[in-house]
């Protein structure tokens, strides 16, 4: 049920989030099976805590979970500083950080969440967000038919 493991992500991140004075908003409301390893939860945490570190105090990191067909559509938006078009691919890589300043950190969490989709065989990228500055990074996994 990866509704309840973003649940939990988000929770774990809750401290750092009001620390910033920023709410995470959480957009389902019903349980969707993926079919993923535990390990999946580190993807949700990465996103989420890049979305609080790379936004401005008071704003909101809003997470959504839809049904895309035969995947489960995770997306968490920012309306932080945003990811420019030539950056866009190689943030994805290893030791990459775009802007260096102020924020520490290994340039390692979306080399993990790259890597650990496609051992799902599901997607990741990134788009601006529509409602003006920041990022919309998505997630696709495969639907688990049955629930367990
Ligand atoms: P860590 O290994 O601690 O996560 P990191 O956050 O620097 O370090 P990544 O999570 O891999 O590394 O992100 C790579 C780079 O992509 C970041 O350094 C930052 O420049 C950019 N980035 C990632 N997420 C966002 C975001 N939501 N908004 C703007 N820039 C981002
Ligand atoms: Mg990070």
Do not use: W
């Amino acid at each position: 049920n990866v509704t309840s493991i973003i649940e939990h992500s988000t929770e774990i991140l809750t401290t750092h989030a009001s620390n910033k004075e920023m709410d995470i908003e959480f957009n389902a409301k019903e349980p969707h099976y993926v079919l993923a390893n535990p390990i999946i939860e580190t993807v949700f945490t990465n996103l989420i805590s890049n979305a609080i570190k790379y936004s401005p105090e008071k704003s909101k990191v809003v997470v959504d979970v839809k049904e895309e067909g035969e995947f489960t559509e995770i997306t968490v938006t920012d309306f932080g500083e945003g990811i420019k078009d030539e950056h866009k691919s190689t943030v994805f890589d290893r030791f990459k950080r775009v802007n260096k300043t102020g924020v520490r950190g290994s340039g390692l969490g979306l080399a993990i969440v790259k890597r650990t989709i496609e051992l799902h065989k599901g997607d990741v990228g990134v788009r601006d967000n529509p409602e003006g500055q920041g990022s919309v990074f998505f997630v696709k996994l495969k639907r688990y038919a049955e629930e367990p």
